[in-house]
């Protein structure tokens, strides 16, 4: 795909890999709506972007979204649903607000935002792209909740894609632990899991993806080394989980501790 004077919708887009990939494709001629809660905080900048505050949640704002991307960009040829935010610790029964907040952002708002493409081009083709997680595949102590939400992204275009038209594309992008302020927005001290990158090489694996029409983008060669020798020593996993499970221990410590001083 040529992604020179393509209109291009990105949520998430104040900070981490949605504003990492605001500049890359504004440096692509795309024309970019960048959206976000906070969005009027960030730095975007750009010839060729315009930027929306809006909490992506809730079902009349994803809406409102598609709206003033028709106004602003005569039309979306490109989504990329990057919104979302990490749940770190044990859940509980009791935590059933967070379990619903965490999934209206992770995962209805992608989802609904990729049917609002449908119905938006019908049988026109264009792209959707899903932030989704290597926590998809190998998920560890304390992300049980979060690593949920992307597997759920993964089932839903493993069979959505049959749905689609020809010319139209669902792209899942599979990184590591992001070194943003994402891990930071799950809790204070979230510790962040091994391997990770940078939003940088998480954008540029996108742009690449998109120009080179890859449906699973994987942007770290080191997971890529990491899954396939678990489908065959699935040994390599537990090693991950009980070194993180040993982490998620030593953080509750620490909260119990903190709490018992305040």
């Avoid at 315009?50 to 979306?76: K, Q």
């Avoid at 995962?107 to 493409?117: G, P, T």
């Avoid at 026109?124 to 932030?131: A, D, F, I, M, Q």
Wanted: hydrophobic share 45%; proline share 4%.
């Amino acid at each position: 795909m040529d992604l020179a004077g393509k209109s291009v919708l990105v949520t998430g887009a104040s900070s981490g890999i949605g504003l990492a990939l605001v500049r890359q494709l504004d440096q692509r001629g795309c024309r970019v709506l960048a959206v976000a809660r906070s969005i009027d905080n960030a730095d975007v900048g750009g010839p060729h972007v315009r930027t929306l505050a809006c909490d992506v949640s809730l079902r009349p704002n994803v809406d409102r979204m598609f709206d003033v991307a028709r106004d602003a960009l005569g039309g979306v040829d490109v989504l990329v649903c990057n919104a979302g935010f990490a749940y770190y610790g044990q859940i509980a029964a009791a935590d059933w607000d967070a379990i619903e907040r965490i999934y209206r952002l992770n995962v209805f708002s992608a989802l609904y935002a990729a049917l609002k493409m449908k119905e938006l081009n019908a049988d026109r083709p264009y792209r959707v792209v899903l932030t989704a997680s290597a926590m998809s595949f190998l998920s560890v102590p304390g992300y049980a909740l979060y690593a949920s939400t992307k597997a759920a992204l993964r089932g839903f275009a493993t069979a959505y894609r049959y749905e689609l038209a020809p010319g139209q594309r669902l792209h899942l992008v599979y990184p590591i632990a992001t070194r943003t302020g994402f891990f930071d927005a799950a809790g204070t001290g979230t510790p962040v899991p091994w391997p990770s990158q940078s939003a940088d090489t998480v954008a540029r694996a996108i742009v690449h993806g998109l120009e080179t029409d890859r449906d699973e983008i994987v942007p770290s060669r080191l997971f890529r080394f990491l899954n396939a020798v678990n489908r065959v020593l699935p040994c390599v996993h537990h090693v991950i989980a009980a070194w993180e499970n040993r982490k998620l221990r030593t953080h509750r410590e620490r909260h119990d501790h903190r709490s018992a001083g305040s």
